[in-house]
């Protein structure tokens, strides 16, 4: 997959794209591959919006010592320069050894790495001091600070870092990770495909029912209380369970964690914000919620105007079918016969042409959880939400309709579904 469709996939069935903060790690990911395979695979590594001093260990304790000269760092380069460097010891304590071989920044780290633990960190002036005593003024030696500007998918805070020979260059903004080249990592577009790894359990919500009825913001705060919030829903697993969580024979809608804002965002049918722009000049124009491609460009579209769509199966790429529906009909079968409506990048507008107008999975969506999960999953029954719904602005399940969900005022008493571990003992 691309390397969105690669996150989006993890965080909707584990937790986010692999986090590395060590050579175990590594050494750890490269054994998870297929022996045969010899090409990348995505890790969750991906170009920051800042710079930030870090150290090659991992360490994120630059905000707590620095002893920067005067006037430094400057804008200059230094990493490819090959000079004498440090390394810290295999055994706890405040040894430090230094090797006086002269390699550039990248295969100090590697050697340090290899047959000690890594280039030093130094976390005070104490530490600073012991290492000015055993080296001569005049040398400079590599220690292990260095600017980095990536950030991990999960927004994982340590700076553990292996890339291959050589700094990461200016173009490609996600990283792979190369099992032939011992875990080494390099920069790639991001828009292209190739596997990936994720990592944590499969992510299972725990939903429990509550067989009484109140308001949605007294349902709100009985799950906030008790569990950890209203149910989040992401996947039509997740709707399943939902379903079958509900004491049987019970008919009538329960709340969900769902509810209106005043913050409008286009984004797709299987969950994520839309992060391309291929809108035709003067497009969206108001004239509806939903989105058909034509002729290689967007345009909003009402959500019932009929339509033929294209599919998204994950094993056979983008399905198109020529009967026309409405949009929200398209999704129902999407969801029923393959995995969704397809999310649709620049590089994939050629494959699903251009000789008539398309439903897509792109969508207006003014909802959000009540636990502020980021993720867009939508299920709502047929004419839902409605325009004209007034101060609805709540989300109830329909055991009727196969878990589809409608809206409904906040005030209405309903029963509902909470989602999270067994009740808190001091509650």
Known sequence: MTWPEAQRYCRER????????????????????????????????????????????????????????????????YCCFKLRFLSSPLSIGNATYIIQTAKNQSDAQSYCRQYYTDL?????????????????????????????????????????????????????????????NSGRWAQYSCRQRTPFICHGRPVVPEYQFMNQSMTWLDAQSYCRARFTDLAAV????????????????????????LHAVDVKRWVWSMGDISQENMWHPGEPNGDGECVRSFNGSWYDESCSTVLPFVCFNDSAGLMITHTAVSWRDAQSYCRQHHTDLASIRPEQ??????????????????????????????????????????????????????????????????PFICYGGEFHSNK
């Open 120 to 180: 030093p960190t130094v976390h005070n002036s104490e530490e600073n001091d012991q290492i000015t005593k055993i080296i001569k003024p005049s040398n400079n030696f590599w220690i292990g600070l260095f600017l980095d500007s990536w950030e991990w998918s999960d927004t994982w805070s340590r700076f553990f870092r292996h890339w291959a020979a050589g700094p990461p260059s200016a173009s490609g903004d996600c990283v792979g990770m190369s099992r032939t």
């Open 14 to 77: 584990f937790i986010d794209l692999a986090t590395v903060d060590s050579m175990d790690d590594v050494n750890r990911l490269v054994n998870v591959v297929d022996a045969g395979y010899n090409g990348s695979v995505w890790i969750g590594l991906k170009r920051a919006t800042q710079t930030r001093w870090a150290w090659s260990n991992g360490e994120n304790k630059t905000s707590e010592y620095f002893n920067w000269a005067p006037g430094q760092p400057n804008e200059g380069a």
């Open 234 to 257: 992401t996947t039509m697993n997740d709707v399943n369970r939902l379903v079958n969580t509900v004491t049987p024979g019970r008919s009538g809608s329960v709340w969900i964690g």
């Open 349 to 414: 507008q050629n494959l699903i042409g251009h000789e008539s107008s398309l439903w897509i999975g792109l969508f207006l969506d003014s909802w959000e959880w009540s636990n502020q999960w980021s993720h867009f999953f939508r299920h709502w029954a047929a004419g839902q939400p409605s325009l004209s719904s007034g101060s609805s602005n709540c989300t109830g399940m329909s055991l009727a309709d196969s878990g589809k969900w409608a809206q409904y005022s906040c005030d209405a008493q309903q």
